[in-house]
């Protein structure tokens, strides 16, 4: 270790300074620096993708809205016209006992008489019931055109925004061929026990074969959830505190005190990706895989 001896006017020393010392403090301040922006950053980030994420939740649940609100708007304009139409009908029958009646009793007073001339008005009203009729079938037929076309576009709009459902082992399987997220499929029976599937514990505590629904319960960072009259195919989205993206819960089968589905995960981890490469990683689908590449399948709960 260098050091150097100081000395006053008249020769006498006044002190060590021991210069390798000094350097050891310099390096632990500027470590302890670099240590603190890194994890300023990284929060930074964090702030960042929660802020992106809420901002795309917000443009899903307002586009949901907006179609159903356009639905509801149609089934009621039908629901108008289907009353117009019974209205009129029952106006029209009305209208024909009365004049029948009235024709029956005029030939009662007056007798018989031949080629008696129909009622103009009698055949003008059949005709314009006719015509209201077909009007009404072609307002009809056109509802429901829209309204097919309208929960198609819902349905479409739900997968982009939520994801793609899997409803068969098949589709699972094609899912995972992305390599954007992992899959754990199971199977589960009514019990109060619970059991681990991926980064979920799950427990089933009913099954409705009637409905295709069920009431599952989950722990999920050491909190206990419960989901109760949860459709078939409905997925489930929750946020864990390990997960860069919330994990979906999907059931595509309902049985008697039995249900299977899978439990959707994302690939990496907050800390993979701020690791590896300033948390700047590119989805496995997007690199097109070699002919001798095998595509990962989903994984398998142990029973």
Avoid: C
């Avoid at 009908?89 to 080629?115: F, I, L, V, Y």
């Avoid at 249900?259 to 689908?285: D, Q, R």
């Amino acid at each position: 270790m260098e050091e150097y001896r100081e000395v006053d006017e008249n020769g006498n020393k006044m002190g060590v300074t021991r210069i390798g010392a000094n350097r050891w403090l310099v390096i632990i301040a500027v470590i302890l620096a670099v240590t603190a922006g890194v994890a300023f950053g990284y929060a930074y980030r964090q702030q960042l993708l929660v802020g992106h994420l809420t901002a795309q939740q917000t443009v899903a649940n307002g586009t949901i809205t907006d179609m159903q609100g356009q639905l509801s708007a149609v089934t009621a304009k039908l629901n108008d016209m289907t009353a117009a139409q019974a209205a009129a009908e029952a106006a029209a029958k009305a209208r024909a006992q009365n004049n029948a009646q009235t024709e029956k009793s005029a030939a009662a007073h007056t007798g018989p008489r031949k080629n008696a001339p129909v009622d103009k008005r009698y055949k003008q009203l059949q005709a314009q019931l006719q015509e209201q009729q077909k009007q009404l079938k072609d307002t009809q037929d056109l509802v429901a055109k829209n309204r097919a076309d309208l929960e198609g576009s819902l349905n479409s709009t739900r997968d982009d925004l939520n994801g793609s459902i899997a409803k068969t082992h098949e589709e699972v399987v094609a899912l995972a061929k992305r390599g954007e997220r992992s899959y754990f499929e199971f199977d589960l029976s009514k019990s109060k026990q619970f059991q681990r599937v991926g980064p979920l514990t799950l427990s089933l505590r009913k099954a409705d074969t009637k409905h295709k629904s069920y009431d599952l319960e989950m722990i999920v960072d050491d909190n206990q959830l419960a989901k109760k009259k949860v459709n078939l195919y409905e997925p489930i989205w929750i946020h864990t505190e390990n997960e860069s993206q919330p994990v979906q819960v999907v059931v595509n089968r309902v049985e008697k005190n039995l249900i299977h589905g899978y439990v959707s995960a994302p690939k990496y981890k907050p800390s993979e990706l701020a690791t590896v490469g300033g948390g700047n990683l590119t989805p496995v689908s997007a690199h097109p895989q070699s002919p001798s590449q095998n595509p990962p399948t989903p994984n398998q709960s142990e029973q």
